[in-house]
């Protein structure tokens, strides 16, 4: 198994930063297939994926904003094991993905915190590799945070 995985945030202004991060793992296996030793991609490896975004925050660092998009290739390198499993994998491979999330938050008043996180901006129809469930489509999440 090979593989690497990147992160980096940079300041571009005083209150904007831009972020991101990539991850790729590749990986075979010797494996038994209708009694012959054939040489395969590893089980339910994620494909390669990349997150980035930026980040505002206020000057006084009350109030906050993020957008962020999420990448990832197509899962197509199967082992044996992937192809039979219809139920978790689709046939060829799990599709790649982007996603978009924006992000909104800040102090109200001292200790309470309100954000508010739209997820899944474009609806997009996605999966996990390997996991079965197809994640929500658009959805909205409002956090309360208070601190004494």
Avoid: K
């Amino acid at each position: 198994m090979n593989g690497v995985e990147l992160g980096s945030r940079v300041r571009v202004l005083d209150d904007v930063s831009l972020y991101g991060s990539f991850a790729w793992v590749e990986g075979t296996a010797d494996s038994i297939v209708d009694g012959e030793q054939i040489r395969e991609p590893l089980s339910r490896i994620q494909p390669p994926w990349a997150l980035v975004g930026a980040r505002w925050n206020s000057s006084d660092g009350r109030w906050w904003g993020e957008l962020e998009a999420t990448f990832a290739g197509d899962a197509d390198r199967l082992a044996a094991r992937d192809v039979a499993d219809t139920q978790r994998i689709p046939p060829g491979g799990t599709p790649g993905y982007e996603v978009l999330a924006l992000r909104v938050g800040g102090e109200v008043v001292t200790g309470l915190d309100v954000g508010l996180a739209v997820e899944n901006v474009t609806n997009q129809d996605y999966r996990l590799h390997g996991s079965g469930v197809n994640e929500p489509g658009t959805n909205a999440i409002v956090t309360l945070d208070y601190r004494l």
